[in-house]
């Protein structure tokens, strides 16, 4: 199981730098071409934009990982410790509930969308909205994997936790 986790990490981390790094070339490109030749790119925009729906959806999950997505923890902190992992386990069905949603919704939403084309690049708007049924299995992944972590002490992955080489790589 640990192979799987560190090859999904990975992974995910690899589509998230292809991804950004796209974007951020083609932004630049279309800024650069259009002050110096008054001409711009005419799909830029709408490639950049999509990029940044998939780079929303795929990042989700590593930032649920490390616990950076927005949580108000008073009521937590407040509370006895068998009722904080009580309210804990809770939160973790309701989000659990919530990706399953996004998997089950964003599947029906690109089968429905399947034939509508994209204005400029004139492509299925079904690799768009894909971005939220992949988002949302990656996020059911990533937060079984820190799940027990989440559920026993309210803790959260590490970097070391899942690749202890990530420096050694980089």
């Given at each position: 199981?640990?192979?799987?986790?560190?090859?999904?990490?990975?992974?995910?981390?690899?589509?998230?730098?292809?991804?950004?790094?796209?974007?951020?070339?083609?932004?630049?490109?279309?800024?650069?071409?259009?002050?110096?030749?008054?001409?711009?790119?005419?799909?830029?925009?709408?490639?950049?934009?999509?990029?940044?729906?998939?780079?929303?959806?795929?990042?989700?999950?590593?930032?649920?990982?490390?616990?950076?997505?927005?949580?108000?923890?008073?009521?937590?902190?407040?509370?006895?410790?068998a009722?904080?992992?009580?309210?804990?386990?809770?939160?973790?069905?309701?989000?659990?509930?919530?990706?399953?949603?996004?998997?089950?919704?964003?599947?029906?939403?690109?089968?429905?969308?399947?034939?509508?084309?994209?204005?400029?690049t004139?492509?299925?708007?079904?690799?768009?909205?894909?971005?939220?049924?992949?988002?949302?299995?990656?996020?059911?992944?990533?937060?079984?994997f820190?799940?027990?972590?989440?559920?026993?002490?309210?803790?959260?992955?590490?970097?070391?936790?899942?690749?202890?080489?990530?420096?050694?790589?980089?």
């Open positions: 199981m640990d192979a799987f986790e560190h090859a999904l990490m990975r992974l995910n981390r690899y589509a998230l730098i292809g991804l950004l790094a796209a974007m951020a070339l083609i932004v630049f490109a279309n800024v650069v071409l259009r002050y110096t030749t008054s001409a711009s790119i005419e799909w830029a925009e709408e490639v950049a934009r999509y990029l940044m729906v998939w780079l929303t959806f795929l990042g989700a999950g590593p930032v649920l990982r490390y616990g950076g997505h927005i949580a108000v923890d008073n009521l937590q902190e407040a509370l006895p410790t009722w904080a992992k009580g309210l804990r386990v809770l939160i973790a069905v309701l989000l659990f509930g919530f990706f399953g949603f996004m998997v089950w919704g964003g599947a029906l939403y690109l089968e429905r969308a399947q034939f509508q084309m994209t204005p400029t004139q492509i299925s708007m079904a690799w768009v909205y894909a971005a939220m049924p992949v988002g949302g299995l990656l996020l059911i992944l990533h937060f079984f820190v799940l027990r972590s989440y559920l026993s002490e309210r803790r959260f992955a590490e970097d070391a936790h899942f690749d202890a080489n990530a420096s050694a790589s980089l």
